[in-house]
């Protein structure tokens, strides 16, 4: 990477207010969103520029929060017209899934990624959630990545699979959740679901099992790993983005994408989501000195090792 670049790894996902109800209380207007989550975490290992959309409504405090992490904002557009978006939703029990109550697309409805030029030299770069004709855009903007990660929803596999599936041929990996992994492969069995998965064109499938742990699918390799044990969760929101965000900021930081460094990678990204999900919004890993991640990754090893 030439010393020129902003960013070793690009994000393009959302920015929100969240409000948020579990069993251990509840928030309003706190700060949430795909690129939020993931970029806080990436920036614990690389160099991290974000691109998304807000409000004239996103208040300089959230910024701030970014900002303390040296995420580069010069990719995030800020609508003076609209209102940022806004996600309600609430967990019970195990707190698995979370029901969503409202989702308000705001400035998300007409949003259209503009990549900065330094952005789209990115070599490492992650596309968060969004109908995967948005992430085809962000694809014909960069120049020649290294490394390019995708996610995505049910909602998508459901009313856009054929656009889904030309984005997946055109990345190297992909981060979904096992109910995800399921009904895109239409296979019942996760494994089958993985190995069929392959097949479409990513060089691996990193499947997420929430307190189950994850699951690497690769051509060379399989890797299952457990999620550090916690005896007390208190939101599960942005788990699953701040986890991408310690894999590709792993990598991006190494300058490396083999499945050895991937499944390193993975150890960093459920630590990281292990603090995530250990407070409300990102009070539970910003701010959090380096040396706490690398320490629960050395009690997570321990805590596999024969």
């Known amino acids: ?16 207010f969240d409000d948020v109800a579990t069993p251990a209380g509840r928030r309003e207007g706190i ?5 939020t989550y993931f970029s806080v975490a990436a920036s614990y290992f690389a160099r991290v520029g974000l691109v998304g959309v807000v409000g004239a409504d996103f208040p300089p405090a959230f910024r701030r929060v970014l900002e303390a992490h040296g995420v580069d904002l010069s990719g995030l557009e800020v609508d003076a ?13 195990a707190m698995e899934q979370a029901e969503t109550l409202a989702t308000d697309l705001n400035v998300l409805a007409t949003f ?3 990549l900065p030029e330094a952005f789209r030299r990115a070599p490492y770069v992650f596309l968060a959630n969004t109908d995967p004709r948005i992430q085809a855009a962000v694809l014909d903007q960069l120049t020649a990545p290294r490394l390019v990660v995708m996610d995505t929803m049910n909602l998508w596999i459901d009313v856009a699979r054929e656009p889904l599936l030309e984005v997946m041929r055109r990345v190297d990996g992909v981060i979904i959740n096992d109910a995800e992994a399921r009904a895109l492969a239409r296979q019942p069995n996760l494994i089958a679901a993985g190995k069929a998965l392959l097949e479409l064109g990513p060089r691996f499938l990193i499947v997420k099992k929430g307190e189950h742990g994850s699951f690497l699918f690769s051509r060379e390799r399989l890797f299952a790993l457990p999620s550090y044990p916690l005896e007390r969760v ?10 991408a965000g310690g894999i590709l900021g792993y990598l991006a930081g190494a300058g490396e994408g083999d499945t050895a460094h991937l499944c390193r990678a993975m150890i960093y990204g459920t630590v990281v989501a292990s603090f995530t999900v250990s407070d409300f919004s990102l009070d539970g890993l910003a701010g959090r000195p380096r040396a706490d991640l690398d320490a629960r990754a050395r009690e997570l ?6």
């Open 1 to 16: 990477m030439s010393d020129d670049a902003v960013c070793d790894l690009c994000v393009v996902g959302t920015l929100a």
């Open 301 to 306: 090893e321990a805590f596999i090792a024969p």
């Open 31 to 35: 700060l949430g969103g795909s690129a």
């Open 112 to 114: 259209s990624p503009r």
């Open 234 to 243: 208190v939101d599960p929101t942005g788990a699953g983005d701040s986890f």
């Open 81 to 93: 017209g609209g209102r940022t978006f806004h996600w309600s939703g609430r967990y019970a029990g």
